[in-house]
């Protein structure tokens, strides 16, 4: 039973580039959500995908803009990034639009220069 | 706004101890919590959820309490082992109101 994965495990880009970071649920999950981590602080909640829609988001900028695709994969795009756009990119999965009981992937660790 | 507080940045307790984080949140009205641990590099792992009509829940040594007139929730581990350490978040989740992570604490066990 695959968890959720997430691609890449890195990523380095240059300010006022775009970035696409990936994300599959554990199996049988349907709903996905994304949280930008800082060194030493809490995850944060940019926004939840379900039935290929956005449901709730958090205090996010319109630079960040997902998708989740009819297999329940989930994509995060930033764009114009900022050098406070560095940190560690999680995606979680649950089932139906709650978001308890979530399952994390690994992250993807972004560093803007 | 919206404000998770847990007791300190990092916990030191001795092997075989029990171990108390604290959780305390203001302007807001959870329907659940939730705690989850964080190792190094890693996504948080869920531990245990609880609910706002719930006061206490348990799962091997874990234990979390909820008050929701103090906004407060207590997580305790019992019997700690070096193999406990880590960082331990709590996160709240409310209707229509963002889901939020506090800042987590650390907590090491020493032999």
């Known amino acids: 039973d695959a968890g959720v994965t997430q691609s890449p495990t890195h990523l380095i880009k240059t300010r006022g580039q775009q970035v696409t970071l990936r994300c599959s649920p554990k199996s049988g999950h349907d709903t996905v959500s994304w949280y930008q981590q800082a060194l030493g602080q809490g995850p944060q909640f940019i926004f939840q995908y379900y039935e290929e829609e956005e449901r709730q988001r958090g205090n996010f900028p319109d630079r960040f803009s997902g998708h989740q695709f009819p297999n329940y994969s989930s994509e995060l795009n930033v764009n114009a990034l900022l050098l406070g756009d560095s940190a560690l990119y999680l995606c979680a999965s649950s089932l139906g639009d709650k978001r308890y009981e979530q399952y994390f992937g690994p992250g993807t660790r972004l560093t803007v220069t | 706004s919206q404000k998770i507080e847990q007791n300190s940045e990092a916990l030191n307790i001795q092997e075989g101890k029990t171990a108390t984080l604290t959780c305390n949140y203001t302007n807001y009205s959870p329907a659940y919590l939730q705690w989850y641990r964080q190792d190094p590099g890693r996504g948080p792992v869920f531990l245990l959820l609880?609910?706002?009509?719930?006061k206490e829940k348990r799962k091997e040594r874990l234990k979390v309490t909820f008050d929701t007139t103090l906004k407060q929730s207590l997580f305790h581990i019992t019997a700690s082992q070096p193999a406990d350490s880590a960082t331990y978040l709590c996160?709240?989740?409310?209707?229509?109101?963002?889901?939020?992570f506090g800042p987590g604490t650390r907590l090491s066990v020493l032999p």
């Open positions: 609880i609910r706002e009509n719930e």
């Open positions: 996160a709240l989740d409310g209707y229509g109101q963002n889901f939020v």
